[in-house]
């Protein structure tokens, strides 16, 4: 299509397609042109939208992260190119004015003059501002767009205290804005409780504790009655009840209206509570060439203030306008399972209660934040609401049983108790759920989808994602996901292999015992002996690191180990959601001295290090970055302490009480036996974490029969428990044996944790290995106690050569200098800067209580990749730029060069290829690529994110789960033994 030159008004003239114009370039507007462009539409029409900000579509609910140093292209939902490739045309900040319904036309604020053949309504609602004296002061702000954002981050800079009109979800989402940006921050709440449209007033409140802990303080059943201020801004809020607060800012979040007039004014019908009223098709009532969809609806008098409900009516448009049947809009299900200020909030149904007759079972842990509220009818048969505080782990199983009317399990409060029953644990599986049944929520994909995926070939979880997009959003529904695919497989005849992956025709318990029976030492032995070839990649890399350190117990770090260790391994530190470390230094038992616990927060406090106990009796640092690690290591080891393993799947902690050295109640010294414990197991590399736990008596303060081993003191010795765990799905540990003396406690222990760590799963507790083990504790009691194998023997043997050859890995690290130059976050950077400048991805923190955190923000998924701003590079920095000799890459790993004010990721591969991407990954907003693990995936060579997973092409940057999302890929070349770097991306 093209301009025709002709005077205001003109217009605009397309040859051979009919128009499609679309008011509005919101979330829910970009999605109806991604599903246009999907069912084909680009081609039969001409797209045309205006949008009336001067930005490309965002997602408004990640407001929050733009005070936490995220840009405005950060938070674009639109593809690099999208427009282009389809041909769209999209009119930025660009009001339509004037719509003729009778000669189907539009008129822009700019004047351009264009017919439709069909118009849609994507205008989306207007923030409701009351009518309260002095809301039109300066300083006061309403929490909607880009727009407002910007002009309250200029106008706090010389604010201390905000005040938010509002306790429902925007309002607490414009608090931790004001937060962030280091204000106070008050909420003003007409109701007794947050959330009260959502939650009933227990869970108002368990959100409030949570609120109130991040700094907020909140204030209930105030009304205001003016905003005082002059020209200058505002001074002070009066509320009804005669009471006062001084502010510097006024923030309001108390609702939305549908933006209708537009609609009104060319002739539509409204609702009688405002929007545009649809039909079920979303066709307005009173023009069958005019829809609308999203918050500026009215359907059945009813509008809708969340994205899900708008992207339905936008999948009806699409597929109307597309010729396809149609699915109705009707009643939609406004569950929605979210983050609120960084705590867990699930929402189903009714929520609250209304319907007569209804039961109500609520499980209640306030020390914890934990609130669960699960609604029923009167029969106890049917489930019609639930709420879910602190934890939402059971909300896709509710939500899965309500909405395909699936039975419910009796008791129906086994639902939200920390356990199900196994009489339970088959509802809403995946073999029970209906077609129908939504298994990713994010992107709307049935379980009818997946099963045709596997039908048409998709046997792989990467192919799953790729061919439906499921699993590519939050991420929540791996799992489900996987015993779908698994499910459809066994019913196809298709074999469900337990292949390690593509690299390994084997188990993990097969591979154990290959490598014992072999004596292979590396990885490449290990491929090259008994695998299919390749690079290896993120699964098996770390499997047959743990087998080897179990094995033979090498150092983690050792040529040619390193390339095999994930990044918690690698760095021998936690990786936390910045890229940034937590430090968690062994302290046995729990016990500490005062000179040493001086001197930990004398290195917190060194290193501006958040500091916190732990749940396991331990002291925890957060935010050290890669190159600090080093310097924090010779500070604890100089001060005596070790690793203390927090990093990986080996021994965590032995919890204790203070039993008989203190307690009244306590028969064993359990301090003392924990510490021995402890000091044997440290460094012992396992399927998964381990936890102990000893308690001096019966009372169990140590709380020892929800851990993998748990040992309780008694008269005559003790009782040991075993594979119980905590978490998600709680587990009560099992009773193998009672009155055990020292030594024999210690080879009963000795044995259990060496068989679970030859034949395990990967990534098994010791709570699922037990319970998948064959014969149950009878089988266990057979093998550990009566030698039925014949290997306890061996079993002990393997354990002693774990215990005689530990090494504590921080203080090895920290000798060899060859290891210690790899602690660095830029390879290229001297030692004073290895910080980031702001323009590279600086690290963004606020204070509060006296401590460094990072904000609270929930990213989208996936992040847009920031685009280099090449125009802007001098012509100097275009040239070859120097990253390190070869020599100090370990092959198979990154390292990250900071070049041009760019974080670029260097992969060196075994036979010397170098490749080079932006260190951006885009799934998880942080700087980590050069940190993932390398290798290869149906002969495509790969990185894996360490952070989510997420793989991409070291060749071309496009993400193998999701190929629309794609990194920069730069020119790096080898020179005269030196690596080098173009800070230009050739590929993007």
Avoid at 90 to 104: A, P, S, T
Avoid at 297 to 307: E, K, M, Q
Avoid at 563 to 577: P, S, V
Avoid at 592 to 610: N, V, W
Wanted: with cysteine; net charge negative.
């Amino acid at each position: 299509f093209f301009f025709r030159p002709c005077p205001l008004p003109f217009v605009v003239w397309m040859a051979d397609k009919h128009n499609i114009v679309v008011v509005g370039h919101g979330m829910v507007g970009h999605h109806l042109l991604e599903l246009l462009v999907a069912r084909g539409c680009a081609s039969n029409y001409n797209i045309i939208v205006f949008g009336d900000e001067p930005h490309k579509a965002y997602n408004r609910m990640q407001l929050s992260s733009y005070f936490a140093g995220k840009t405005v292209d950060d938070l674009s939902l639109v593809p690099d190119g999208f427009y282009e490739t389809w041909g769209l045309q999209v009119h930025l900040n660009e009001k339509i004015v004037q719509i003729d319904r009778c000669e189907q036309r539009v008129i822009s604020s700019e004047g351009k003059n264009i017919t439709y053949d069909k118009l849609v309504f994507a205008t989306g609602s207007a923030p409701l501002v009351p009518s309260i004296t002095g809301s039109h002061l300066p300083g006061c702000f309403v929490y909607r767009k880009i727009e407002d954002l910007q002009q309250m981050s200029a106008y706090a800079e010389k604010c201390k205290r905000a005040v938010v009109l509002g306790g429902g979800l925007l309002g607490l989402e414009a608090a931790q804005a004001m937060i962030n940006m280091g204000l106070e921050c008050h909420v003003i709440q007409r109701s007794g409780s947050l959330m009260n449209r959502e939650l009933n007033a227990t869970a108002g409140k368990m959100l409030q504790q949570h609120v109130e802990g991040l700094g907020i303080r909140c204030h209930f059943f105030k009304v205001t009655k003016r905003v005082v201020g002059d020209e200058r801004g505002v001074q002070k809020l009066e509320f009804e009840d005669g009471t006062e607060l001084e502010i510097d800012m006024v923030i309001f979040s108390t609702g939305i209206l549908p933006r209708d007039q537009l609609a009104k004014d060319c002739g539509l019908e409204v609702g009688p509570r405002g929007g545009i009223a649809v039909t079920d098709e979303c066709v307005t009532t009173l023009d069958a060439n005019v829809y609308a969809i999203g918050e500026c609806v009215s359907h059945r008098g009813r509008t809708y203030g969340l994205v899900g409900p708008g992207n339905a009516m936008a999948r009806v448009v699409a597929d109307h306008i597309a010729g396809r049947e149609v699915t109705p809009f009707g009643n939609v299900d406004c569950s929605t399972k979210l983050k609120i200020v960084g705590f867990d909030v699930g929402i189903i149904g009714d929520s609250l209660g209304k319907t007569p007759g209804c039961r109500t079972m609520v499980y209640s842990k306030e020390t914890e934040g934990i609130y669960k509220c699960l609604l029923t009818e009167a029969s106890g048969e049917k489930i019609i609401g639930c709420i879910l505080v602190g934890e939402a782990n059971q909300y896709n199983n509710i939500l899965s049983i309500m909405l395909n009317d699936l039975p419910v399990p009796q008791p129906p409060e086994s639902l939200i108790l920390p356990t199900f029953d196994s009489a339970n644990a088959a509802v809403g599986s995946v073999e029970t759920l209906p077609g129908v049944a939504t298994v990713c929520s994010c992107h709307n994909v049935k379980k009818d989808d997946i099963c045709q995926a596997v039908q048409d070939g998709c046997h792989s979880m990467d192919e799953i994602k790729s061919c439906t997009k499921a699993g590519t959003g939050c991420g929540g529904c791996i799992s489900l996901l996987t015993d779908l695919m698994n499910y459809e497989k066994g019913r196809l005849g298709i074999s469900v292999k337990n292949h390690l992956c593509e690299h390994f025709p084997f188990s993990r318990r097969e591979l154990h015992d290959i490598i014992r029976a072999k004596g292979y030492r590396d990885f490449d032995e290990v491929i090259k002996g008994s695998g299919n070839g390749g690079f290896g990649c993120e699964i098996c890399k770390p499997t047959v690191a743990s087998i080897l350190a179990t094995t033979f117990n090498k150092h983690v770090l050792e040529a040619p180990l390193a390339q095999l260790q994930d990044t918690n391994d690698y760095f021998l530190a936690n990786m936390q959601r910045d890229g940034t470390y937590s430090v968690v230094p062994r302290i046995a038992g729990g016990e500490l001295t005062p000179d040493a616990l001086i001197t930990l927060g004398q290195i917190g406090k060194d290193f501006d290090l958040y500091t916190k106990i732990t749940g396991g009796q331990r002291i925890d640092f957060f935010g050290a970055k890669a190159h600090q690690l080093p310097l924090i290591w010779d500070r604890l080891v100089e001060a005596g302490f070790e690793t203390g393993h927090a990093y990986g799947k080996s021994l965590r902690t032995v919890k204790t009480c203070v039993g008989s050295t203190w307690c009244r109640y306590g028969v064993q010294d359990s301090v003392g036996m924990g510490i021995a414990l402890e000091h044997r197991y440290k460094g012992l590399r396992s399927p998964h974490k381990i936890k102990f736990a000893v308690s001096g008596c019966t009372r169990e303060c140590a709380e020892a029969q929800s851990k993998d081993i748990g040992i309780i003191a008694t008269k005559n010795g003790y009782n040991l428990y075993v594979c119980g765990n905590g978490g998600m799905k709680p587990r009560h540990a099992d009773l193998l044996a009672e009155d055990l003396d020292p030594a024999m406690l210690v080879k009963l222990i000795d044995r259990v944790l060496m068989f679970y760590c030859r034949t395990a799963d990967r990534l098994q507790r010791t709570s699922k290995w037990f319970e998948a083990l064959d014969g149950g504790m009878d089988y266990l009691k057979s093998v550990v106690i009566d030698d039925k194998l014949g290997i306890c023997e061996d079993l002990e043997e393997q354990m002693q050569l774990v215990v005689d050859t530990y090494q504590d890995e921080w203080a090895t690290a920290c000798k060899d200098p060859a290891v210690r130059a790899r602690f660095k976050t830029f390879v290229n950077m001297p030692h004073d800067k290895q910080d980031p400048p702001a323009e590279a991805g600086a690290l963004v923190y606020q204070y509060e209580r006296k401590q460094k955190r990072l904000p609270v923000t929930e990213p989208a998924n996936p992040l847009p990749v920031p685009q280099p701003a090449l125009e802007q590079l001098p012509v100097n920095e275009r040239e070859w730029a120097t990253v390190c000799p070869l020599e100090a890459m370990v092959p198979n790993c990154g390292v990250c060069a900071l070049v041009g004010g760019q974080q670029i990721a260097v992969f060196r591969l075994p036979d010397d290829r170098l490749f080079a991407l932006s260190n951006f990954d885009p799934f998880s907003q942080a700087y980590v690529l050069s940190r993932g693990l390398v290798g290869d995936k149906d002969g495509v060579l790969k990185v894996s994110s360490p952070l989510y997973k997420q793989s991409f092409g070291l060749e071309d940057g496009v993400c193998l789960g999701d190929p629309s999302v794609r990194v920069p890929v730069y020119p790096v070349q080898l020179k005269d033994g030196v690596v080098q770097v173009m800070p230009l991306p050739e590929k993007w």
